[in-house]
């Protein structure tokens, strides 16, 4: 059959069907558009299909089965052309990794980065239950929180039988370690009446309470005071070995009271000797 050649653009309405269509002067590796022109850029399949030459992804790249390097070739992650980090295999296809600083190492090699950060840090087989270790090792030990083992300690601010009297230091002693007081308490044998019995609690000469303790008239505890005890903003922090000294600043107005005692409550952080 002869072919015959238009010169003038053709209009048809509907579909055409041939055997080929031909672009004149097109190439086996041109693609027809549909605006009449070619595309010459070079496509992988997406089965299976080999790239020479760099590959630049500006947004994210998906492997399902992986991605095949070879002797020397690399993969690298930067976000700001500047921190890097490399990922290639050398002639043993062993896996290589470098830094932005040109620092390399191999698969089950250590690395050295100047710092590494990241939302977490997961030890393969770690639990839990373990804290991970500067040294890359864990730790499985049970560990209390810091001020987390509870004492109490009675102190006697007077004898049993003579009436109480006003006065600073009426007794000193040292703080046993590092603790954190939670809460102060009294109690006296005798109970006051006509007025309160009030005790302040000082470390290193300073007092520790905003609202001292007392003793309410015709009472024989604290605990049933008006007015509860209250620290000072952050004074409850005492250091190891302070000197703790307990100041009475008021007796009973008719019976001054008998038999004080003083009952710390506290925890430890570090039990220093």
Known sequence: MAIKKILTNLEIDGSVTAGSFIKDGGGSSQFLKADGSVDSSDYLLNTTDTFLGDLTVTGTLYANTGVNLKD???VIFDSDNDNYAKIGTDSNDDMLYESANSHMFKNGEDGSFEAVKASHFIKDGG???QFLKANGSVDSSDYVLAYEIPYTEQIALSDE???LTTGTS???????GNIRASLFRLSCATAPTGSV???DVN???????STKLTIDAGEKTSRTAVNAMQFVTGADVIGNDNEITIDIDGVGSTIAGAGLKLIMYYKYSVILP
Do not use: D
Request: no cysteine; aromatic share 4%; charged share 15%.
């Open 72 to 74: 020397g070739e690399h």
């Open 203 to 209: 470390v290193e000469g300073v007092s520790i309470l």
């Open 197 to 199: 019995i009030t005790v």
């Open 161 to 163: 039988t003579t009436a």
């Open 127 to 129: 639990t839990s239950s």
């Open 170 to 176: 009426k007794v000193t002693f040292r703080s046993p």
